[in-house]
C-alpha cells in the first residue's frame, strides 16, 4: 500500500484555493461565526484567497470554531450541525481535494454516501440486487446514534495517517477536528466527533468507517452502506443474528461507536426492508409513507388558500420541490403515489384561484373563454370542497396545469434504477 509523505505543498496555489471556493460557493452555505456569506467572501476574493495563502504557506493558519445549529429530526430528536467559516470551508474544500482521491480507490465497493460519481440510487440498487439476486433475503438494518458526534479524533488520524504520511496534513486535520464549537456565544470544546456540516467530515466519516466494511468483507459479510445507513445481507436469520454480533463488537469495541439498539434490527425481503426512505420487498420498492407524509406537509405549506400571491408564483415556488422529491424518488415503483400526489395538489392549486377569482362570475367567465355554453351554477369559491367539483375541473383541466408550467410529477418515468435494468 503506498504512503504519501508529501501532500501539504498542493493546498499552497491560489488556482488550487480559487477551485475550492468555487465549489464552497456552489453549496452556497450559511455564514460561520463570523457572519461572512460567500458573497461577501467573494466582494474581496482576491484578498480573501492571498490571505489564506499567506497564512497556509507560513504555518500560521487558524481554523475558527464551528456555529452551532439544532436542527429538529422528523422523527424527533435533534440533529447538531456544525457551520464552519467559508475562509474554513475554502481551505477544507482544498484539503479534500488533496486526499481525496488516495483514499477513493481503496474505499470498499458497498460503500456509497458522499463519494464521487455515487449516490443512494447506487445504493438502493445494489441492496434490491443482493436480496433479490443472490437470494440474501435476511436483513441487519443497523442504526448508529450520532455518528459523527461520536467519531475518535485519534483513531479517525490514525486511519487517514496509514496513507497519508505528511505531518503538515495530519496537523491541519486535528485543528479541524479540535477547533471547538460556538453555541449562544459560548465556547466550548470538541474532544470527539466531526461537525455534520463540514466540507471535510463526509470523508472523515468514510476513512474511518472503511475499517468496518473492510472487516466485514473480510469475514464474508456483503454490506451496503450509505454513511451511516447499513444493510447486511445473509441467507438466513441464524446467519444474520451472527453478522449482527460481529457488526456491533466491531462498532462499539474497535471504533467506539454507538448502536442504536432500537433502531438496529434484524428483518427480511418478504417483510419489506426500509432504506434511504423507500421501502424494498419481494417484488416492488415504495416509498415510505413517512415520506409522503412529508413531502404533502412541505407542499401545503407553499399551497395555503389565503396566500397572498398569484398561482404563477406558487407554481413557482412548488417546482423546485416537486422536482427534488421526484428525482429521488423515481427509483421506487411509484407511478400511483404520483398520480394521488399530484391529484391531490392540483386539487389544492384549485382551491387558490377559485379563492383569487373570489366571484362566481369569473369562473364563469373563464368557462365562456373555453367554449362552454348555457348557465354555470353560482358556487362558494373558497369551498374546498368545490375546489374538484365539475366546473373547477372544466375551468381548470390538468393540462392546464401543465401549460401554466406546474411540474408533471405524474408523468415522470419510475422504478428506472431497479437492478434488472440499471445497466
Given at each position: 500500500?503506498?504512503?504519501?509523505?508529501?501532500?501539504?505543498?498542493?493546498?499552497?496555489?491560489?488556482?488550487?484555493?480559487?477551485?475550492?471556493?468555487?465549489?464552497?460557493?456552489?453549496?452556497?452555505?450559511?455564514?460561520?461565526?463570523?457572519?461572512?456569506?460567500?458573497?461577501?467572501?467573494?466582494?474581496?476574493?482576491?484578498?480573501?484567497?492571498?490571505?489564506?495563502?499567506?497564512?497556509?504557506?507560513?504555518?500560521?493558519?487558524?481554523?475558527?470554531?464551528?456555529?452551532?445549529?439544532?436542527?429538529?429530526?422528523?422523527?424527533?430528536?435533534?440533529?447538531?450541525?456544525?457551520?464552519?467559516?467559508?475562509?474554513?470551508?475554502?481551505?477544507q474544500q482544498a484539503l479534500k481535494m488533496a486526499i481525496e482521491p488516495i483514499f477513493e480507490a481503496g474505499f470498499h465497493s458497498g460503500s456509497y454516501g458522499y463519494r464521487p460519481k455515487r449516490s443512494a440510487h447506487g445504493a438502493i440498487a445494489e441492496a434490491t440486487a443482493r436480496?433479490?439476486?443472490?437470494?440474501?433475503?435476511?436483513?441487519?438494518?443497523?442504526?448508529?446514534?450520532?455518528?459523527?458526534?461520536?467519531?475518535?479524533?485519534?483513531?479517525?488520524?490514525?486511519?487517514?495517517?496509514?496513507?497519508?504520511?505528511?505531518?503538515?496534513?495530519?496537523?491541519?486535520?486535528?485543528?479541524?477536528?479540535?477547533?471547538?464549537?460556538?453555541?449562544?456565544?459560548?465556547?466550548?470544546?470538541?474532544?470527539?466527533?466531526?461537525?455534520?456540516?463540514?466540507?471535510?467530515?463526509?470523508?472523515?466519516?468514510?476513512?474511518?468507517?472503511?475499517?468496518?466494511?473492510?472487516?466485514?468483507?473480510?469475514?464474508?459479510?456483503?454490506?451496503?452502506?450509505?454513511?451511516?445507513?447499513?444493510?447486511?445481507?445473509?441467507?438466513s436469520p441464524k446467519g444474520a443474528q451472527n453478522a449482527l454480533r460481529v457488526a456491533e463488537d466491531y462498532l462499539e469495541g474497535k471504533l467506539e461507536l454507538v448502536v442504536n439498539r432500537r433502531k438496529t434490527h434484524v428483518t427480511e425481503l418478504q417483510e419489506g426492508v426500509a432504506?434511504?426512505?423507500?421501502?424494498?420487498?419481494?417484488?416492488?420498492?415504495?416509498?415510505?409513507?413517512?415520506?409522503?407524509?412529508?413531502?404533502?406537509?412541505?407542499?401545503?405549506a407553499v399551497t395555503r388558500r389565503n396566500t397572498p400571491v398569484n398561482l404563477a408564483k406558487v407554481i413557482r415556488d412548488l417546482n423546485p420541490v416537486l422536482r427534488g422529491f421526484v428525482n429521488y424518488f423515481k427509483v421506487a415503483n411509484c407511478k400511483t403515489e404520483l398520480k394521488?400526489?399530484?391529484?391531490?395538489?392540483?386539487?389544492?392549486?384549485?382551491?387558490?384561484?377559485?379563492?383569487?377569482?373570489?366571484?362566481?362570475?369569473?369562473?364563469?367567465?373563464?368557462?365562456?373563454?373555453?367554449?362552454?355554453?348555457?348557465?354555470?351554477?353560482?358556487?362558494?369559491?373558497?369551498?374546498?370542497?368545490?375546489?374538484?367539483?365539475?366546473?373547477?375541473?372544466?375551468?381548470?383541466?390538468?393540462?392546464?396545469?401543465?401549460?401554466?408550467?406546474?411540474?408533471?410529477?405524474?408523468?415522470?418515468?419510475?422504478?428506472?434504477?431497479?437492478?434488472?435494468?440499471?445497466?
Amino acid at each position: 500500500m503506498r504512503v504519501w509523505y508529501s501532500l501539504y505543498d498542493r493546498l499552497l496555489h491560489a488556482q488550487v484555493l480559487e477551485t475550492a471556493f468555487k465549489k464552497v460557493k456552489s453549496s452556497n452555505g450559511a455564514p460561520g461565526i463570523d457572519g461572512q456569506s460567500c458573497k461577501g467572501f467573494a466582494l474581496n476574493q482576491s484578498e480573501n484567497i492571498a490571505e489564506l495563502l499567506e497564512a497556509l504557506r507560513t504555518k500560521a493558519y487558524r481554523p475558527s470554531p464551528v456555529k452551532r445549529v439544532e436542527l429538529e429530526k422528523p422523527d424527533g430528536g435533534i440533529r447538531l450541525i456544525g457551520i464552519p467559516t467559508v475562509r474554513d470551508r475554502v481551505v477544507q474544500q482544498a484539503l479534500k481535494m488533496a486526499i481525496e482521491p488516495i483514499f477513493e480507490a481503496g474505499f470498499h465497493s458497498g460503500s456509497y454516501g458522499y463519494r464521487p460519481k455515487r449516490s443512494a440510487h447506487g445504493a438502493i440498487a445494489e441492496a434490491t440486487a443482493r436480496m433479490r439476486e443472490e437470494g440474501l433475503e435476511h436483513v441487519v438494518d443497523m442504526d448508529l446514534s450520532k455518528c459523527f458526534d461520536l467519531l475518535d479524533h485519534d483513531l479517525i488520524l490514525k486511519a487517514v495517517r496509514r496513507k497519508v504520511a505528511d505531518g503538515s496534513i495530519l496537523a491541519l486535520i486535528r485543528m479541524f477536528l479540535e477547533s471547538g464549537v460556538m453555541n449562544h456565544g459560548l465556547f466550548a470544546r470538541t474532544e470527539t466527533g466531526s461537525p455534520q456540516g463540514g466540507v471535510i467530515s463526509p470523508l472523515l466519516a468514510n476513512i474511518y468507517l472503511d475499517e468496518f466494511d473492510q472487516h466485514m468483507a473480510g469475514r464474508g459479510h456483503r454490506v451496503v452502506r450509505y454513511a451511516d445507513d447499513i444493510l447486511i445481507f445473509k441467507g438466513s436469520p441464524k446467519g444474520a443474528q451472527n453478522a449482527l454480533r460481529v457488526a456491533e463488537d466491531y462498532l462499539e469495541g474497535k471504533l467506539e461507536l454507538v448502536v442504536n439498539r432500537r433502531k438496529t434490527h434484524v428483518t427480511e425481503l418478504q417483510e419489506g426492508v426500509a432504506f434511504l426512505g423507500v421501502e424494498i420487498g419481494l417484488t416492488y420498492t415504495k416509498i415510505q409513507a413517512k415520506k409522503i407524509a412529508r413531502i404533502k406537509a412541505k407542499l401545503k405549506a407553499v399551497t395555503r388558500r389565503n396566500t397572498p400571491v398569484n398561482l404563477a408564483k406558487v407554481i413557482r415556488d412548488l417546482n423546485p420541490v416537486l422536482r427534488g422529491f421526484v428525482n429521488y424518488f423515481k427509483v421506487a415503483n411509484c407511478k400511483t403515489e404520483l398520480k394521488k400526489l399530484m391529484s391531490w395538489l392540483r386539487r389544492r392549486l384549485r382551491a387558490i384561484q377559485m379563492k383569487l377569482w373570489k366571484k362566481p362570475q369569473k369562473l364563469h367567465r373563464r368557462l365562456r373563454q373555453l367554449g362552454y355554453k348555457g348557465e354555470f351554477k353560482r358556487i362558494k369559491m373558497a369551498s374546498w370542497r368545490n375546489a374538484s367539483c365539475q366546473l373547477a375541473h372544466m375551468a381548470m383541466p390538468n393540462r392546464w396545469f401543465n401549460e401554466i408550467g406546474l411540474y408533471a410529477a405524474d408523468q415522470v418515468e419510475t422504478g428506472t434504477l431497479s437492478p434488472l435494468n440499471r445497466g
